[in-house]
């Protein structure tokens, strides 16, 4: 027996109305069923491609129906917000790190999109008083992206983002789950990557196993943002360039990208100088700089240890013997990621100076810097 009336159609035409009102580029809404995607997140956690982020599998079955997120949950307005505003700078000066689109602005996406959703959940308590509902941005066991396909808001590219046709990629998920049941879109059946593989081929750490899988423990946005406390793997140092915090390649290649309109969203308008950021002046912040300068933003998330870590990693990557004065002040820093960071990336910089006197003086004599031993050894922190 249903506490509540048959499907409202005027009331999801309303809701969606109210949702594009609010500011949302798409608005659709799907079934509350158990998402097809359950199996491929099974296989994805199994073959251990989401590394330390050990919420995903601690949470394994509770994504098996969005029940989990709000008991009695028939529907899913799922919304989508566009975050595309100027373009990144083609060029970065050496030692200059830089951030993804996302995190250009001072505002959090998830703090924007809650609200709008919350503005959203109060009109339906308006239109339906005893209906319940539950805002879900990121941090729910909620597989978005399956459920903004059945809303019908696109199809998932080979770069396992969200595409929408007119709208492209550079797109935040949300979505607000309710115990009514309203009209449900139409999914978005049909792909169209064809055959494309731009954003397999551009990715520098070699992140996709496979077409629409992604291997987190490669990707450049795990390694500056999700792995914390530890150190990056040697092995994909080289391949995170100059990408300080996130990074962009596989949307940036892809051409549905190509005509995606700007974001009206005031919000995610840049609004400090993170695009790039200089590496060298990070690495002399203290904590307590660190917390007011980037304290409010997602910079924050992997901590002034984190993004210190990376700083060393970009200077190590692209940087210039004037960093070697401030990595070698990092060797004192109080973290050992820190230590452990700057330590490799002043071997990087005089491998690299050595290969190059080699190339310039063109099988001449060279200065044997190997000889040159360093006096302390940093700790990994492992
Ligand atoms: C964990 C996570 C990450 C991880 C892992 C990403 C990944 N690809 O799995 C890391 C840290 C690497 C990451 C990076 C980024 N993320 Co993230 N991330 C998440 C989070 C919290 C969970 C994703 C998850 O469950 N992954 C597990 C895999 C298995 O699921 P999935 O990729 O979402 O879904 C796939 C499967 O279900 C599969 N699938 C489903 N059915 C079927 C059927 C068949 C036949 C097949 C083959 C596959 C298949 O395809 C789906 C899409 O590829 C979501 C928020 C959320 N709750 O959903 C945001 C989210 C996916 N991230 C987002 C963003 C913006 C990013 C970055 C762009 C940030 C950046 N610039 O650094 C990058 C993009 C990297 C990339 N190419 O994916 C957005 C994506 C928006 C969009 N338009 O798609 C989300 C939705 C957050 C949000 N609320 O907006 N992220
Ligand atoms: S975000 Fe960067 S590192 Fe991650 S999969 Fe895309 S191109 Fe590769
Ligand atoms: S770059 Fe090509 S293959 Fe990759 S998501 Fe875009 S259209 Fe699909």
Redesign the pocket.
């Known amino acids: 027996m249903s506490a509540h009336p048959p499907p409202a159609d005027d009331l999801t035409d309303a809701l969606k109305q109210e949702g594009l009102r609010l500011g949302f580029d798409l608005v659709g809404v799907a079934p509350a069923v158990s ?3 359950f199996a ?2 099974q296989a ?1 956690l199994e073959r251990g491609l ?1 590394g330390e ?1 050990q919420y ?1 599998p601690r949470r394994e079955e509770a994504y098996r129906h969005p029940e989990s997120v709000l008991s009695g949950v028939r529907s899913i307005v799922m919304v ?1 917000l566009n975050y595309r505003t100027v373009e990144p700078p083609g060029e970065v000066a050496p030692g200059q790190g830089r951030v ?3 995190a250009w602005s001072d505002c959090d ?1 998830h703090d924007v ?1 809650r609200s709008k959703l919350k503005h959203l959940a109060a009109f339906l308590h308006q239109r339906s008083p005893d209906s319940r509902t539950r805002v879900a ?4 066991p ?5 459920f903004a396909r059945l809303a019908g808001l696109g199809w ?1 590219g080979k ?5 929408n046709k007119r709208k492209g ?1 550079w ?4 979505g607000l789950l309710t115990d009514l049941e309203l009209r449900p879109d139409e999914p978005h059946e049909t792909t169209h990557c064809g055959t494309c593989t731009r954003c397999l081929e551009a990715c520098p750490t070699d992140a996709f196993p496979e077409p ?3 291997d ?1 423990t490669r ?1 450049i ?2 390694l500056t ?2 792995l914390r406390d530890r150190p990056v793997p040697e092995a994909h140092r080289p391949g995170m360039g100059d990408w300080l915090f ?3 390649i ?2 940036d290649v892809c051409p549905w990208n190509r005509k995606a309109p700007q974001s009206t969203a005031a919000e995610f308008h840049p609004s400090r100088e993170l695009a790039p950021a200089d590496c060298v002046s990070l690495l002399s912040l203290s904590q307590e700089e660190f917390a007011s300068r980037f304290g409010q933003t997602p910079l924050s998330r992997p901590g002034r240890e984190g993004i210190l870590r990376n700083a060393c990693i970009v200077l190590g990557n692209t940087g210039d013997q004037t960093a070697v004065t401030a990595l070698e002040a990092a060797l004192d820093d109080e973290s050992p990621l820190v230590r452990e960071a700057a330590f490799w990336a002043i071997e990087r910089l005089r491998q690299r100076d050595s290969s190059r006197f080699h190339e310039e003086s063109a099988g001449g004599s060279s200065r044997n810097e190997s000889s040159q031993e360093w006096e302390s050894t940093p700790e990994s922190g492992r």
């Open positions: 998402p097809e995607g491929q997140l994805w989401a982020m995903l989508a993804s689109r996302y996406y999109l941005v990121d941090t729910a909620l597989l978005e992206r399956d998932f770069n396992t983002m969200l595409i990629s797109l935040f998920l949300g629409y899988v992604l987190a990707c946005s795990y943002i999700e996130g990074c962009d596989c949307q």
